[in-house]
């Protein structure tokens, strides 16, 4: 067999071999501006700290004695009880009002959203006042046909006690902000979902409990969660109604002792503790809702403090060396 010369080379002369491609050494990327802010941060936080062990005024002796004492920790579990049940009756009552939102029907879609209107555009303190203080309005509570018979009246006051006023003022309102998180979960599904559900033959409550609202909880979950360390939070409102709960109780001690300070570093702690653990939880059940959606899970604020704590350079994208024309070898 014959070789073919190229052409395009000309006769007589030497063709040399190209040289070897030669491996770029990579360079991490230096970051002196991060290095003068995390300085800049160490040493707010060694002042912080120096100042909190060093003030008397602090009294960290009295946060320790009074740290577990019975009211306190009752106190404290009348503020998770009140958080769970609050939770339970705004879920609830917020996917109903979602669903009465999204529904053709004018009345019920009116209806929500004038309930919504209304809680969300008054203070929640001032709504836990009024239900304490039914009874100036209604004296009387009573049971029966509308506009026809009573078969039962009660005394208001018997009836909406500080417990109660907590229930109604938080998780009324509560429930006006979780329809606009479970309606924004509902709208994230794709409408092509419903029409092939619908295609199917399913009704709508059927599509909505068995198709929609399954594949809505990848957006409803994380800000549920929020709703419910604030809520957390918000539950120290219920003080202001005689309810003993853990800011409520920490007062009682503090207005017998005169140690204010000490006190509402207690409850503060307490609190600090609890959203803590919840906000643990959260990030696992984001995690699990996550699964199969996303490139990388949501991490804990405290995965990512310490991944900037010892991440301090950039690193390549990959430890292969780079060649000198570009590609990867």
């Known amino acids: 067999m014959k070789s073919v010369a190229d052409p395009q080379v000309p006769a007589g002369s030497a063709v040399t071999a190209s040289p070897k491609a030669t491996p770029l050494t990579v360079v991490p990327v230096r970051h002196p501006g ?25 009294e960290w002796g009295v946060v320790g004695n009074f740290f577990t004492t019975k009211a306190i920790l009752s106190g404290l579990g009348m503020t998770l009880l009140l958080t769970v049940v609050v939770m339970a009756i705004g879920i609830v009552l917020g996917i109903v ?38 009874a100036a309005l209604f004296p009387r509570i009573s049971f029966g046909i ?23 003022g938080l998780g009324l309102n509560e429930g006006a902000y979780m329809a606009e998180i479970v309606r924004a979960g509902i709208h994230s599904v794709d409408e092509g979902q ?11 409550r059927l599509t909505m409990r068995r198709i929609v609202l399954p594949q809505a909880m990848r ?20 003080s202001v109604i005689s309810l003993a709960d853990l800011l409520y ?17 207690v409850a503060s702690i307490w609190y600090l503790i609890v959203t803590t653990i919840l906000t643990m939880i959260q990030s696992r059940i984001e995690r699990r809702y996550s699964r199969g959606t996303r490139r990388a899970e949501p991490i ?13 350079h950039g ?5 292969t060396p780079l060649s000198s024309t570009g590609g990867i070898r």
């Open 315 to 319: 690193k390549p994208p990959s430890d």
């Open 194 to 204: 419903v029409e092939a559900s619908q295609a199917l033959g399913m009704r709508r």
């Open 146 to 168: 509308p506009f026809g018979p009573e078969f039962m009246v009660v005394d208001a006051n018997a009836v909406i006690t500080p417990f109660v006023a907590a229930l109604l």
């Open 219 to 238: 957006v409803i979950i994380p800000p549920t969660g929020n709703e419910v360390i604030s809520m957390l939070k918000t539950t120290s409102l219920v």
């Open 300 to 312: 804990s604020i405290w995965q990512r403090l310490w991944r900037n704590l010892t991440q301090f």
């Open 97 to 134: 009002l979602a669903v009465m939102r999204l529904s053709p029907n004018p009345i019920l879609s009116g209806a929500s959203g004038l309930y919504i209107w209304f809680f969300r555009g008054t203070p929640v303190l001032v709504q836990l006042l009024l239900w304490y203080n039914l």
């Open 249 to 265: 109780s920490a007062q009682i001690i503090s207005a017998r002792t005169f140690q204010i300070i000490p006190l509402l570093l």
């Open 34 to 58: 991060r290095w003068v802010a995390i300085l800049g941060v160490l040493v707010l936080a060694a002042m912080l700290v120096s100042t909190i062990l060093t003030n008397p005024n602090f």
